[in-house]
């Protein structure tokens, strides 16, 4: 995958360190759902979120307590689909639920990506979330090379690849 390469010689040698180094411990660092799952199609992030009976009764039958804040649909989604949020070490925080198409990071030769907050199909697809350890979340928001090995793990788990860039001309494997 030549493109990925290119992708990694373009962080600086002591970020790609670090990039490197939590790839290779990612089960410690990045926790994905166990299988894919559209909690809520239509749904995109507003401020606040009324939930209908039908996704409550769904919720309460998993024994999740609904999140009504901006990025609560995204959160109930990935728990739905088996994903564990590990604790901060501040305890009453847990780690973040990533978006890994955020709008950053287009494939080469594209002028824009999957933006998944904005995207009612994919604001509650669990296999485009991940929670992520305050270090992987960074290195997500900042590195496209760590953008693009997230992306590439979705697509190897769950077939994702919502800008159809893997299925594409072998890119994969």
């Avoid at 360190?17 to 660092?29: G, L, P, T």
């Avoid at 590439?152 to 994969?172: C, K, M, N, S």
Wanted: charged share 25%; hydrophobic share 40%; glycine share 8%.
């Amino acid at each position: 995958m030549d493109w990925l390469e290119e992708l990694r010689n373009g962080v600086p040698e002591h970020v790609l360190k670090i990039v490197d180094d939590v790839w290779k411990q990612r089960d410690s660092f990045i926790k994905w759902p166990q299988h894919s799952v559209c909690f809520w199609p239509g749904c995109v992030r507003v401020r606040f979120h009324n939930y209908d009976d039908e996704r409550r009764a769904q919720l309460r039958a998993a024994g999740i307590t609904n999140d009504c804040r901006s990025n609560g649909p995204a959160v109930m989604a990935f728990l739905l689909g088996g994903g564990t949020r590990p604790p901060c070490q501040e305890s009453r925080k847990r780690w973040s639920i990533h978006h890994i198409y955020d709008g950053k990071f287009p494939f080469q030769g594209s002028d824009r990506t999957v933006h998944a907050i904005k995207d009612p199909d994919l604001f509650t697809h669990s296999a485009g979330l991940v929670a992520v350890h305050p270090i992987a979340d960074a290195l997500a928001d900042e590195v496209p090379y760590f953008a693009w090995l997230l992306r590439l793990e979705a697509y190897t788990l769950f077939q994702f690849d919502p800008d159809r860039v893997f299925g594409i001309l072998g890119r994969v494997g």
